[in-house]
């Protein structure tokens, strides 16, 4: 984890260190002693679609996830396959903690029209279950990060979303195109493979094509300094799988020039926001 100007450490920044930790070990595997009632929230990203479960204290209970592309930039482009990917699983997280997944929280992006911002909804209500609220995924992942000074910067797979916090409040907030996908066809490019392959190539050998990406990467940064009107907002903390990518915090970090905090499964910060956003 990469940050200029480090100085002695944060437990807050460990607290969320730990709690992203024991998440991540939650995947299909519920965690016993779990105090109710449990609170859900549905990730409706552009690569992949996350049900996540928090228990009464905001501690992680249970995760599953499945990989499907019918929603872009937080626009549901396939409504039918949007409520099956939901429900597959829905139905896993069922079984495996033995009750019914009533309701839910969705979070698109922030720039997502109001009507978009509803399909999404409808899309949970679909798969059989109530739509509780809506709150944006960058407010979703500081309900995980707690920042009170700083940017939170979600870098999904169709967009960068940007908030930027002073003194606990959120005083900017928006988003742009670009994200994992972007990525993925500079990849594709550059080595020839179908989109799908080359997703899977940054996922599991990224280390080994972050100089094929830089250029990508360094476009995303470009993205977080504008969102933050080219003013250093403090640390920068980087949620979202997009950059899950070894030494692409680096990049960013040098490209600004403002200090950096990267997250071992940092796409877990989003799903699980939205879950304890759930209220």
């Not at 606990?168 to 988003?175: C, S």
């Amino acid at each position: 984890m990469s940050m200029l100007m480090r100085t002695k450490p944060d437990p807050t920044l460990a607290r969320t260190q730990a709690f992203l930790d024991a998440a991540a070990a939650r995947l299909r595997a519920p965690r016993a002693g779990a105090r109710g009632p449990l609170r859900f929230g549905v990730d409706l990203g552009t690569a992949t679609i996350v049900v996540a479960a928090v228990d009464a204290e905001g501690e992680p209970v249970y995760w599953d996830f499945e990989r499907a592309r019918v929603v872009r930039d937080g626009v549901v482009v396939d409504f039918h396959g949007a409520v099956e990917a939901v429900r597959r699983p829905e139905a896993s997280s069922e079984a495996a903690l033995g009750l019914s997944v009533d309701d839910a929280a969705p979070a698109p992006p922030p720039a997502v029209p109001t009507s978009d911002c509803r399909a999404c909804g409808y899309v949970l209500q679909q798969a059989g279950v109530d739509c509780r609220r809506l709150i944006d995924e960058v407010s979703a992942a500081n309900a995980v990060l707690t920042v009170r000074d700083g940017a939170v910067v979600d870098v999904g797979g169709g967009s960068t979303g940007v908030g930027v916090w002073r003194g606990g409040e959120l005083v900017q907030l928006d988003d742009v195109a670009g994200g994992g996908h972007h990525l993925d066809l500079i990849l594709a490019g550059a080595l020839k493979l179908p989109i799908e392959q080359a997703e899977e190539y940054k996922r599991t050998r990224g280390d080994e094509v972050l100089q094929i990406l830089r250029p990508g990467v360094e476009r995303v940064a470009e993205s977080i300094r504008r969102l933050c009107g080219g003013t250093d907002p403090g640390i920068v903390h980087l949620a979202g799988g997009a950059l899950q990518l070894p030494g692409a915090d680096v990049i960013v970090e040098r490209y600004l020039g403002w200090p950096v905090q990267a997250w071992r499964h940092a796409e877990l910060i989003t799903p699980f926001g939205i879950a304890l956003s759930n209220t």
